[in-house]
């Protein structure tokens, strides 16, 4: 059984950092495109940042770039977000997802996208 489960989420204040992990079992995804979305209340789900299988390119969206950083560790089939100087607007439910066969061209396409975990709420404060 393939799953995604994200950690890290919490409450910080403005400014503040949070690292984000997310756990893939049910086999390898060495060679999976993995990627994080977010979606806040009332919100469609927004591409946040994306990177490929062997963490030799990634991809941000405007709003995160400069204080976000998405990385992975294909030996332990993990991927992190690390978050910096976060803002009230990063406030969301944030959720890893992965896929084999996603082109580069549309990784920032919730649609591209075969597994989702449960998500993790970050709430930062002002």
């Known amino acids: 059984q393939v799953q995604l489960v994200e950690s890290g989420g919490g409450l910080v204040p403005a400014g503040g950092s949070l690292r984000l992990s997310c756990a893939a079992s049910?086999?390898?995804?060495?060679?999976?495109?993995m990627a994080w979305f977010r979606q806040a209340p009332g919100k469609e789900r927004e591409f946040v940042a994306a990177?490929?299988?062997?963490?030799?390119?990634?991809y941000y969206a405007d709003s995160v770039k400069g204080r976000f950083t998405i990385s992975r560790d294909n030996t332990k089939n993990t991927v992190c977000l690390q978050m910096n100087s976060l803002e009230p607007e990063d406030t969301a439910a944030y959720y890893c997802?992965?896929?084999?066969?996603?082109?580069?061209?549309?990784?920032?396409?919730?649609?591209?996208?075969?597994?989702w975990g449960q998500g993790t709420q970050v709430t930062v404060s002002s």
């Open positions: 997802a992965a896929d084999r066969y996603a082109g580069w061209g549309v990784l920032f396409r919730s649609s591209a996208y075969e597994y």
């Open positions: 990177i490929t299988w062997s963490g030799g390119r990634t």
């Open positions: 049910g086999r390898t995804f060495s060679r999976d495109h």
